[in-house]
């Protein structure tokens, strides 16, 4: 994250992904999808379309989806969060194979049935699973 200071359209989509999260946290879910939407804009500015760091705003607006009952859109942004960063560390690396969300292990292994099975599933679960994606807070 120290090198965003020194990269002022880096840092503004840092910024605005965190305004998103504390407006979900709010529960103003429609203004956080729009600041989730506006910093995947500008990452996608400032570094192209398949640049690893685009993974946290596609992570953030998958939980935003999710809460707003957009499952599939959901899934949209999670397969593009993991392509991306199966393409910048590999398969195995664990930031890859960490799951945050309860659809990540699923889609992971190719198994787009079981990621759609747990976004069918009541939410928020009721395992260990958090809000709260540790991937958003660095790389």
């Not at 939407?37 to 607006?61: F, I, Y």
């Not at 707003?68 to 398969?91: D, N, V």
């Amino acid at each position: 994250m120290l090198e965003a200071l020194s990269d002022p359209p880096r840092l503004a989509a840092a910024l605005v992904d965190n305004l998103g999260t504390l407006s979900r946290a709010e529960g103003n879910y429609e203004q956080s999808l729009a600041n989730h939407q506006r910093a995947l804009a500008l990452r996608e500015k400032a570094l192209g379309p398949d640049h690893v760091d685009l993974s946290t705003s596609l992570e953030a607006l998958g939980t935003t989806y999710t809460a707003l009952g957009r499952k599939e859109e959901a899934l949209a942004c999670s397969e593009r969060a993991l392509k991306l960063l199966e393409a910048a560390y590999g398969r195995d690396h664990p930031r890859v194979t960490a799951a945050p969300t309860p659809w990540r292990q699923p889609l992971g292994a190719g198994r787009y049935d079981g990621a759609l099975g747990a976004f069918r599933a009541p939410w928020p679960p009721t395992s260990g699973c958090s809000a709260q994606s540790p991937t958003l807070a660095r790389r």
